[in-house]
């Protein structure tokens, strides 16, 4: 996943937001999506946003798209401790295959 | 539960021994994929089909793996003579259809050659 980059960690307080932002190269990318990751677990689709649209909410999540310059952010409003996982951005180049980021583990302190 | 299913969840095995994985897809799901990753990585795509064709393969599938989809309905990853690099996770996902169409993944088969 060279071609999405994420910060690899982030720490947040309970209650606060936590925003994670991620990088992309491929301005052809159609979809771009934001998956969660808890140990041992698959992958859970979170939400995700296509490329025409800057902004998408759903419930405490908020995702940003600015396609000018290929970044993208996550806001999770009112962060629980049932948020912390790993977080894991990734564009849709073709019709069948995801380009993933190293993913960003948040921990979320009491 | 109607989520994407495999099996098993955990398999140690000796180096050069064979394995295989199954997954059972979300059922309708026309096309379903298969991702590998390892510690501290993102997913890799690795495969996917649409029905029971394999459309593309990641150069990362080396010739000692192949899937397989007879039916259209689930599908198996063998991997042959199995190397302490294959240890990793093996994740499955379907969708129905592409495009904008949701991918699911299931809770993933991890691998662990000693």
């Known amino acids: 996943g060279e071609d999405v980059e994420q910060s690899l960690f982030l720490s947040v307080r309970e209650g606060d937001s936590s925003v994670i932002n991620c990088t992309y190269t491929d301005s052809s990318s159609t979809y771009l999506y934001w998956y969660k990751q808890e140990p041992g677990a698959g992958l859970q689709l979170l939400t995700y946003?296509?490329?025409?649209?800057d902004m998408k909410q759903d419930q405490r999540l908020t995702v940003l798209l600015n396609k000018k310059d290929k970044h993208l952010s996550l806001r999770i409003a009112d962060t629980q401790t049932g948020d912390s996982a790993i977080y894991f951005c990734a564009e849709s180049r073709h019709d069948y295959k995801l380009s993933f980021g190293a993913g960003t583990t948040v921990t979320v302190r009491a | 539960d109607t989520g994407v299913s495999q099996d098993p969840r955990h398999k140690i095995t000796k180096r050069g021994q064979n394995v295989t994985f199954r997954c059972d897809p979300i059922s309708e799901h026309n096309r379903l994929y298969w991702y590998r990753q390892t510690l501290g990585q993102g997913p890799e795509f690795l495969t996917y089909?649409?029905?029971?064709?394999?459309?593309?393969k990641s150069r990362l599938l080396s010739d000692r793996f192949s899937a397989e989809r007879p039916k259209g309905s689930f599908s198996t990853l063998e991997i042959q003579r199995t190397e302490q690099g294959d240890s990793a996770m093996y994740l499955c996902?379907?969708?129905?259809?592409?495009?904008?169409?949701?991918?699911?993944f299931g809770e993933g088969s991890w691998l662990t050659v000693v």
């Open positions: 089909f649409q029905n029971e064709a394999q459309l593309e």
């Open positions: 946003i296509f490329s025409n649209m």
């Open positions: 996902a379907s969708s129905l259809g592409g495009g904008g169409n949701t991918i699911y």
